[in-house]
């Protein structure tokens, strides 16, 4: 028994360069943002009860910032693990020559955020470069009435923005997978009759679904709960929950700190929700075999 203790501290000892900085940023931020969404440990006194701040759930405007959040999350997750998927098969089966040049997949992937938002920017506003074109080509009258891809209710400048930087992650995992895979398999399915979407969606999908999943669960929250590509390419209102949070925080008086933080507390909630709701679903899609 005695032993069993020591072995334990030993253990947590040398985990200690990781647990410190987790426990003190990590989980004294969290500490932090419950307190002061329950109106403690505020740089000034706020009048109000113990749940005050979680009212701000209940604003009309609040709910329609996080059901546009959902939709934009969703739709760039589901664009970018689709498009990975079917460009990571297609690397796959590339030549062996070939496969060096395919590096230039991973071109976005090591652009910052801030970066893409601004491509998007740049190609997609109404004074971009694609509404010239289509200006140029006699597909618009102006390029005022080019329709309006960035700020509309569809949230498409966001979805673009992280679908062109999220696909490359995608292949990466998906593609790591493949690697793992028998090429005879897929030889012997086309031999028996099966054509090229048969044997995508029947042999080579099953094998990459532990790392589509996976993909799928990070590149939602992310897009969940991102702040620089809203910051530039959401409209205001209604705006996406981080952008709210910043608003709230930043640029209300301190009397909303309450409700900023209680819109991070529920979005964490949230985060761990989904990824237990996931996981559980995709384990019992894979039989009770957990991949994830």
């Known amino acids: ?57 209940l604003n009309p405007h609040v709910l329609a910032s996080a059901r546009f959040s959902l939709w934009v999350a969703l739709a760039s997750a589901v664009i970018s693990v689709s498009a990975g998927a079917v460009l990571a098969y297609a690397v796959w089966r590339l030549p062996h020559g070939l496969e060096r040049a395919s590096v230039v997949y991973k071109v976005p992937l090591i652009l910052p955020h801030i970066a893409v938002a601004f491509i998007v920017l740049v190609f997609w506003s109404q004074s971009g470069v694609v509404a010239s074109f289509a200006f140029h080509l006699g597909l618009v009258d102006g390029v005022s009435d080019f329709p309006s891809v960035l700020y509309g209710p569809e949230g498409g400048g966001m979805i673009l923005a992280y679908v062109f930087k999220e696909i490359p992650f995608v292949v990466i995992l998906a593609h790591a997978v493949l690697k793992r895979l028998d090429p005879r398999l897929v030889e012997t399915a086309h031999m028996l009759g099966a054509g090229r979407a048969r044997v995508f969606l029947q042999v080579v999908l099953p094998h990459m679904r532990p790392a589509l999943n996976t993909s799928f669960i990070i590149l939602f929250l992310f897009s969940f709960g991102a702040f620089d590509i809203p910051f530039l390419l959401a409209r205001s209102s209604p705006g996406m929950l981080p952008v709210e949070v910043y608003n709230l925080y ?43």
């Not at 028994?1 to 030993?10: D, G, I, K, N």
């Not at 200690?16 to 931020?29: A, D, K, N, R, Y």
């Not at 409700?259 to 009770?288: D, K, N, P, W």
């Open 1 to 57: 028994m005695f032993a069993e203790r020591a072995s334990w501290w030993v253990t947590l000892f040398k985990l200690s360069p990781l647990l410190v900085p987790f426990c003190v940023l990590f989980l004294g931020g969290l500490v932090l943002a419950v307190a002061q969404s329950l109106g403690f440990w505020l740089p000034v006194p706020v009048s109000g009860g113990l749940f005050d701040g979680y009212g701000v759930l």
């Open 250 to 292: 930043f640029r209300r008086d301190l009397s909303h700190r309450p409700e900023a933080m209680a819109l991070l507390v529920c979005m964490f909630l949230f985060a761990l929700g989904f990824v237990s709701l996931y996981t559980r679903i995709a384990s019992r899609l894979e039989q009770g075999d957990r991949k994830l």
